[in-house]
């Protein structure tokens, strides 16, 4: 009797639980980094950041060449797809819909990952500094002869803090990041229609999220909650069940930032011009009412101000572009 052949949700016998090897990660930097150094057994491997995701492994790699060079990076993060701690939980998918999601679950994981390269990619036509991009030394995509190793190896970034959602920024803190996303904005402008194909995919995320949260895995959910903390979420899980028709209408949460951000009617119509542009090449508009959770009151629109100024200084000063007409 023939083994099923191994997924991405399997537990893997490679680095850290995962199907990549290092034989694995020494071919791909071989490929895109053009050298025919590679890393040896003694490099130090350890993993960072457990606790702050859970689609991937993070591994920062210290690294020891099997020719030493000063020319090449002394360390990498490396980061594995891995799923391999869902599989229990879509093992045990008893109804229609719960097997409907559990069958899109995989192909998720693996387009969301080659967006990421794609999107790394067009990354790299723009100023890095500007857009706060780590470098991407090496990847490998999935395909259809690859669907269990997936993994970007890119630039360790010293001195960086991950800050959760929950954490209370100042909007002094938040500008850098403004910025950083108004040069992406800009970069949308600036690339050739080649470079934007790579990561056209119309609305991935919707139609992923609308093919896995169906109706009953949304229960199932709550169901979870209510399981792991009896009676603590109770009021709150019934008030959420009695608003499910719209929560599960994607095509008007999906527009919510359309009405929730911009006031369309007073105020300049540069902002509302590059929003428009923008949602017609990225097709991925920042929702600025997430960054407004964290900010005093009538604060967010100066943020979006400074983020469409900045976008607007990017494009003039990387193009010199003749922004009356826009």
């Not at 009797?1 to 071989?30: Q, R």
């Not at 800009?186 to 919707?206: F, M, P």
Request: net charge negative; charged share 25%.
């Amino acid at each position: 009797m023939e083994s099923e052949p191994l997924i991405i949700l399997d537990a893997g016998t490679g680095l850290f639980g995962t199907h990549v090897t290092l034989e694995d990660v020494n071919a791909a930097i071989k490929e895109h980094m053009e050298i025919v150094n590679e890393l040896t057994l003694d490099s130090k491997m350890e993993v960072i950041g457990d606790g702050n995701g859970f689609s991937s492994k993070v591994i920062l790699i210290s690294c020891v060449w099997s020719l030493p060079s000063e020319e090449l990076p002394q360390k990498i993060v490396l980061k594995i797809v891995s799923f391999a701690h869902s599989k229990g939980a879509i093992k045990k998918s008893k109804t229609e819909d719960e097997k409907k999601m559990a069958e899109h679950y995989e192909t998720a994981i693996l387009r969301i990952h080659n967006q990421e390269v794609n999107f790394y990619e067009v990354l790299k036509t723009g100023d890095s500094q500007r857009l706060l991009a780590p470098k991407v030394y090496f990847c490998q995509r999935f395909s259809d002869s690859n669907r269990i190793k997936g993994f970007i190896g890119m630039e360790y970034v010293e001195r960086t803090e991950v800050r959760h959602s929950f954490e209370n920024c100042t909007s002094e803190e938040i500008q850098p990041i403004l910025k950083a996303i108004a040069g992406v904005q800009a970069l949308s402008l600036l690339v050739s229609n080649e470079e934007l194909e790579k990561i056209k995919t119309g609305s991935l995320y919707k139609e992923i999220m609308v093919a896995m949260i169906v109706r009953e895995g949304t229960k199932g959910i709550l169901g979870h909650l209510e399981g792991k903390y009896p009676g603590k979420f109770t009021e709150r899980i019934g008030r959420l069940e009695s608003y499910e028709s719209n929560i599960l209408n994607y095509e008007k949460a999906f527009k919510l930032n359309k009405h929730l951000v911009f006031n369309r009617n007073p105020g300049p119509k540069i902002p509302v011009t590059i929003t428009t542009l923008e949602l017609k090449r990225f097709q991925s508009p920042v929702d600025f009412s997430y960054y407004a959770d964290f900010l005093p009151a009538g604060r967010s629109h100066d943020l979006v101000s400074v983020m469409y100024s900045q976008s607007i200084t990017n494009m003039t000063t990387v193009q010199n572009c003749d922004m009356t007409h826009v």
